[in-house]
């Protein structure tokens, strides 16, 4: 009866109990600017990423400079967050191909934000197959870009990303023509020249991970924004096997945070 009543009591009081089940390690990845300031601020804003997914009972976040070295903290890792250049030359390069690999096999999760979801056209034939396939999609460098507004339009609004926020216009850099995986899923979109253009998919893959991508991101400021924060902090949390709250995941970043971003 007291099993019955402490499961009753959690389900009452919400998900975090679901959450703190189990501690999950998310693995965020970032390195040296390699744009202006206020835009790709790309440790930094895995930095406050971390900070928020902190505010969920039950998860480590580590943030790291660069492919890391430490293989425990890799065999640990329940999801991979990626703000960097493009991802795949990343987690397939010589170095991490293997590690990567067989952090997908387990069901690791994959996340990548922007510039991250992208593999040079160059590369396409040699790390194309394997990135779509890990992240659901991807963006083919240099298909094209524009500057814009946009409603963010949740094409699928029950999926547990888009719990805890709703449409809003988004002001970002759109990356045109991205590739979906044919199992992969458009979650997010904007309109960019008159035409609907995707911003955000989702992939179940098939050795039991899940991966989140979206070509948004580009300017810093918009991580100040709080449904597109918790969008992300949403993603991050689903893609490591969690429950989001009925509300969406915590991600609070107070004003006068050094980490929140300014201008």
């Known amino acids: 009866m007291k099993l019955i009543a402490c499961l009753t009591l959690g389900l009452a009081l919400g ?56 293989k425990k903290l890799l065999q640990q890792t329940d999801a991979i967050v990626l703000y960097t250049s493009p991802g795949a030359e990343i987690v397939l390069a010589e170095k991490s191909a293997a590690d990567f690999e067989a952090m997908m096999k387990r069901g690791a999760g994959l996340v990548a934000i922007h510039w991250a979801t992208g593999v040079h056209k160059k590369n396409i034939e040699q790390l194309g197959k394997r990135w779509y396939s890990s992240l659901g999609g991807g963006w083919p460098h240099f298909a094209g870009i524009t ?34 995986h044919e199992k992969g899923e458009v979650l997010l979109e904007v309109t960019a020249k008159g035409k609907p253009l995707a911003v955000g998919w989702t992939i179940e893959r098939a050795d039991g991970g899940r991966a989140f991508g979206t070509t948004l991101g580009h300017f810093h400021r918009n991580f100040g924004l709080p449904p597109f924060r918790k969008m992300l902090i949403n993603s991050i949390i689903w893609s490591a096997g969690l429950e989001v709250p009925a509300k969406g995941a915590p991600c609070k970043i107070d004003k006068t945070d050094p980490l929140f971003p300014k201008g």
């Open 15 to 70: 998900s975090p109990a679901i959450l703190s089940q189990e501690e999950k390690t998310i693995l965020l990845i970032g390195h040296k600017p390699d744009h202006p300031p206020k835009c790709h601020e790309y440790l930094s804003t895995c930095e406050l990423l971390a900070k928020c997914l902190r505010q969920t009972k039950g998860i480590k976040a580590v943030v790291s400079n660069g492919w890391p070295t430490d």
């Open 147 to 180: 500057m814009g507004k946009s409603p963010l339009v949740q094409k699928n609004p029950e999926h547990p990303v888009c719990r805890g926020w709703k449409q809003y216009e988004i002001s970002d850099e759109f990356y045109f023509a991205p590739v979906i």
